[in-house]
């Protein structure tokens, strides 16, 4: 299996500009999370999905960012327009309501907003 | 907001020697996770501990639970070098069907001194 898989792996953009993360969970896995991480604010939970549908958005910071899952392989987290204090490394995770519910992470995507 | 605290923040200590991290939360929990991230990764689970479980084993780990005091500890074995990491616990507040979303504590930084 080749795990979470996440895109770009980097990404620099200016402010104001519009910035899409990609996702590709795990096959099977039916449940799928986005997570930011800074220094300052450590690991957040922005939004999760269960079967293609968003069931808490309350971690999303504010009306800038929006995620979507329309399929149960592929999902998007886009900021618009982005600032500089959007600079973090964003991880999607999925998991299986199979079991323990333990969450597999992708490798990150680094955003630098200048 | 920050659901567990990790403590130490920081450990230093001498391969082979034992590594003990500790984890406190603020509400009630449903399980409790400890995940690894070695710098620049994404995370790797490592063990999950049900909320009426007390205690869990898995290769060289060893996790508590304490519900009465909200905490956890993780007991690596034999350190090695290859252990060096951020090892974060992470909760999951709700019971009952679906994966949740996980509130992550902010990590204690393992350095093992070959």
């Not at chain 1, 993360?21 to 799928?32: V, Y």
């Not at chain 1, 690991?43 to 968003?54: A, H, K, R, S, T």
């Not at chain 1, 800038?64 to 973090?88: C, G, H, V, Y």
């Not at chain 2, 869990?56 to 639970?65: A, D, E, I, Y």
Request: charged share 20%.
């Amino acid at each position: 299996d080749a795990g979470v898989i996440q895109s770009p792996r980097h990404e620099v953009t200016e402010m104001g500009q519009e910035v899409t993360l990609r996702c590709k969970p795990i096959s099977g896995h039916n449940s799928l999370f986005w997570y930011r991480q800074t220094m300052m604010r450590g690991l957040e939970l922005l939004i999760y999905f269960n079967n293609n549908v968003p069931i808490d958005d309350s971690g999303m910071p504010e009306d800038r960012f929006s995620a979507k899952m329309p399929n149960a392989s592929f999902s998007t987290l886009k900021i618009q327009p982005s600032e500089p204090r959007d600079s973090a490394v964003y991880f999607c995770a999925s998991s299986s309501t199979i079991g323990d519910y333990e969450q597999y992470f992708g490798p990150g995507t680094r955003l630098t907003v200048t | 907001s920050q659901q567990g605290e990790e403590d130490p923040q920081a450990l230093s200590i001498q391969e082979g020697e034992n590594a003990t991290m500790n984890c406190s939360y603020k509400t009630s929990i449903n399980n409790l996770q400890w995940y690894r991230q070695n710098s620049g990764r994404g995370l790797v689970h490592l063990i999950l501990i049900r909320s009426n479980e007390r205690e869990k084993h898995s290769g060289r780990l060893r996790v508590t639970l304490d519900t009465s005091k909200k905490s956890s500890s993780l007991l690596i074995t034999a350190s090695r070098a290859a252990d060096t990491a951020s090892y974060f616990c992470a909760t999951d507040p709700y019971s009952g069907g679906g994966a949740d979303g996980l509130t992550f504590g902010k990590g204690t930084h393992l350095i093992i001194q070959p």
